[in-house]
């Protein structure tokens, strides 16, 4: 990835290194409907679900492409060299990744997946690729806050029933859920303690995707590198 091309389509603030690991995110600066393959043409080919609001784990056992896109809300590859794609718009997106291994995921987390247990799905099959949850990192993208996500009491009675942590109010005291809490919240029950979190509410920041905000299609790309070949 050149220096022109990340600053001028990706915005450096998303440009995330660590552990042989790149978080691109790809927002309105791109355009809404910008060519990833060719936008990452340089990376191995991008790794992509259909994402179905459950707890499905695609794993990825070979770094080729697939005509196939695998119904999923997460992606697990222990390969060394891949590129792994999830996509939001107000739903939390999740990266995880082992820093002694090249085993990483990337997570789609909405409340119907988060009540689903697609996170703790994720992290069993790191374990299974040979990831340890002493040694894993966790980076929670944004979503939409809780002062903007009114929920039923359905809804949030179901949330709340896995983590207090998501409990909330809109501002105008109608009931809500914080979900991004509720998956940092899951991830330390879990083990996992090394944990970032950008904190933005797509619904209140101009450059991020938000379906509550009124984009019908568009949506935050979060295009994720792993070179681990050192």
Known sequence: MTDDVTAKIVRPWEVF??????????DRTAGDDPDLDALFADL???QRMNQ????????????????????????????AHVTLLVRTADCVPVVLWDRHSAV??????????????????AVTAMISAGAS?????????????????EVGLDVQ???????????????????????GAGVADQLRVLGITEIAHD??????????????GG????????????????
């Open 17 to 26: 290194a660590q552990d042989q690991r790149t978080i691109f995110c790809v």
């Open 215 to 230: 984009d019908q299609v568009q949506r935050l790309q979060f295009v994720v590198s792993v070179d681990g070949r050192n």
């Open 104 to 121: 990483t995921a990337v997570v789609h987390a909405g409340w119907r997946g988060f009540v689903a247990g697609v996170i703790p799905a």
């Open 44 to 46: 191995p080919p991008i």
């Open 52 to 79: 179905v609001h459950g707890c499905g784990v695609h794993e990825v056992s070979t770094p080729g492409t697939s005509t196939q896109i695998p119904d999923a809300d997460a992606i697990v590859s222990s390969q």
């Open 199 to 212: 904190m933005r509410c797509t619904k209140e920041t101009p450059s991020l995707y938000s379906a509550r």
């Open 133 to 149: 949850v002493s040694s894993i990192s966790a980076w929670i993208g944004p979503s939409i806050c809780s002062q903007c996500y």
């Open 157 to 179: 009675s179901q949330i709340v029933a896995l983590s207090r942590a998501a409990l909330a109010q809109t501002t105008d005291g109608k009931p809500a859920a914080d979900v």
